[in-house]
């Protein structure tokens, strides 16, 4: 398919999503994408709450997030409150193929300041998750499919000599309920290779198009399921701009 560029944005037209898997093409028909034009930047803004670990205190947090499709990036910037106070400052960035992870403590203290292959692999996975809040970039050059069955289907996104995958499911309607992969998860400095799910609990219309817009971040572990995110967005703007200018972290 012929790349899109931001000052040639053909509209989305039903033979784009025909070569899709069965359950894919009906989520691209669901959100209502067909006849909108080719997405090339997004910001979109978050509420919810996050933990560090299962006997950890749930903080409330708001962000936004930042993305372009070509190339594909990503920069989530996100205030965290700690006894109703908001304390930390987090940001999360994924650029030409590397990931970085980085945050403050009341603007003065670095609590962390991660990158590497394993949060390279992490941050690509969580641009193909997060793909789903602006569809046109499922019918890119870098995603690949393969079927699985009527209700679900494997995608592939690559990047700079790399690739993720994972598994994505949708009821019959055509909404995406979940999305499967294995991921690496930092414990105490280290990496573990974990199974890694988001499930989709309520979908609104935003920018025009119907999505997804609660669910939660779960590490499937054999300990038993971890839950560590619920967050919900509340405002989606496409194709304003440049995410990345000058939003780096410092």
Do not use: C
């Not at 040639?8 to 959100?31: N, W």
């Not at 708001?62 to 006894?83: C, H, M, Q, V």
């Not at 400095?189 to 997804?212: Q, V």
């Amino acid at each position: 398919m012929e790349k899109q560029g931001k000052n040639d944005r053909r509209l989305i037209t039903a033979d784009m999503v025909d070569d899709l898997p069965a359950p894919v093409r009906r989520y691209m028909d669901y959100t209502g994408v067909v006849g909108t034009p080719w997405i090339d930047t997004v910001r979109l803004k978050q509420v919810g709450t996050f933990r560090l670990g299962r006997d950890r205190p749930w903080m409330p947090f708001t962000a936004e997030e930042l993305y372009t499709t070509d190339p594909p990036s990503l920069l989530w910037n996100a205030r965290f409150k700690i006894a109703g106070l908001p304390l930390i400052r987090a940001k999360d960035k994924y650029e030409a193929g590397k990931g970085h992870m980085f945050g403050k403590v009341a603007g003065l203290y670095t609590v962390f300041d991660a990158r590497g292959e394993e949060l390279d692999q992490a941050t690509m996975i969580r641009y193909l998750n997060e793909i789903m809040w602006f569809p046109t970039a499922f019918l890119g050059d870098n995603i690949s499919w393969e079927t699985v069955n009527d209700h679900s289907a494997q995608v592939t996104f690559s990047d700079h000599d790399k690739s993720v995958s994972a598994q994505m499911f949708f009821d019959a309607d055509g909404r995406l309920v979940n999305f499967s992969t294995m991921r690496y998860r930092e414990i105490s400095g280290s990496y573990s290779l974990d199974p890694w799910s988001t499930p989709f609990l309520e979908y609104g219309e935003l920018a025009g198009l119907k999505l997804p817009l609660r669910g939660k971040a779960v590490w499937n572990l054999d300990s038993g399921d971890l839950e560590y995110a619920d967050l919900k967005i509340t405002q989606v703007e496409y194709n304003y701009g440049t995410a990345l200018e000058n939003s780096a972290p410092n």
